[in-house]
């Protein structure tokens, strides 16, 4: 057996075990929060999967349980470790782009036949942007800060759809634009990831590859793993020459290598509770302005703005 041992239990208070320390919530969404919470109350340390919650009152009502019992909660963002996002993370710290005014991302795919499951019925949590959102929205926000205000569309695009299958969301900086697409109609497409600077452009194209190696039954570590062979191209802003950069190779274990030295205490985690919050506001600001049809600004206090900012300082 792969797995090795593996200990199945028919509860909750079964699995949340004295001799646990972690508690990995990867559950259909709308379980998230009483199973995160049933964890934290029991003293232990805590990793959601995104959607980290359902609602931003109940990611609020986790971080104050996380606080009260002085436990690590942090929420499962791996895209910061993929190939993509690390490539367009260093060719903006590079400067080779100069000031940049947009950036833009799309995660489409292309599935036109609605399957029956719980991602595409009607219920809370459900839904591509419930889906792909968190993804896009964190890795904005790991990049460039906390936007000003949000505009989305949200449509069911598909025959016989029972939730969105289709998002168009802008968040707005002082100096920039972020375009943040995802669709089900998508087929061959074109790059996933788009940088424009006074300088420079740049464009990624293809996705990260660890998901599909592990799929395959590559295990992280083999030869190869997270190797993409797709370069970010570098476009002249005076010429439009084209260059190819390699990318790096993905590594999404960094995420639970940090977390185990969270809890030892080596270190303060590299997606902190407040990120949790942050994109949870993020994703219930593009509901309502799409359910409202305007531009709305961000649904942070101003104290969890300072929190956010104090905590990006200390990374």
Partial sequence: MELGEVTVCSTT????????????VASPNHSHYPLAASALYAGKHVVVDKPFT???AEARSLAEIAKG????????????????????????????????????????????????????????????????????????????GLPQSIS?????????????????????????????HA????????????????????????????ETQLKEGMTPGSPGFGYDPDPGVLYGG?????????????????????????ILGKQQSSIPTIDAVAVMAALETTFHSAEQGRVLPL??????VAQWRRAHTAL
């Fill in 69 to 144: 019992t002085g436990s690590m909660l942090s929420v499962f963002h791996n895209r910061r470790w993929e190939s993509e996002v690390q490539a367009t993370r260093e060719v903006l710290q590079s400067g080779v782009l100069g000031m940049v005014s947009h950036y833009e991302c799309h995660m489409d795919r292309y599935r036109p036949h609605v399957r029956q499951r719980w991602r595409e019925n009607e219920g809370a949590g459900a839904g591509l942007w419930f889906d792909l959102g968190p993804h896009l929205l964190d890795q904005t926000m790991y990049l460039f």
């Fill in 13 to 24: 208070e079964a699995a949340i075990h004295p001799d646990v320390d972690l508690v990995v």
């Fill in 238 to 262: 005076e010429t439009g020459g084209r260059t190819e950069i390699p990318v790096p190779v993905g590594n999404q274990q960094m995420y639970y290598a940090r977390v185990r030295d969270t």
């Fill in 183 to 210: 669709s089900l109609l998508v087929s061959g497409g074109g790059p996933r990831s788009i940088v424009h600077g006074t300088r420079a452009s740049w464009a990624k194209y293809g996705a990260d590859v660890q």
């Fill in 152 to 180: 989305a569309s949200l449509a069911m695009l598909r025959k016989g759809g029972k939730t969105d299958d289709w998002a168009h969301v802008q968040l707005n900086y002082e100096s920039m634009r972020v375009i943040l």
């Fill in 299 to 304: 649904s942070m206090t101003a104290s969890e």
């Fill in 54 to 56: 359902v609602t931003l």
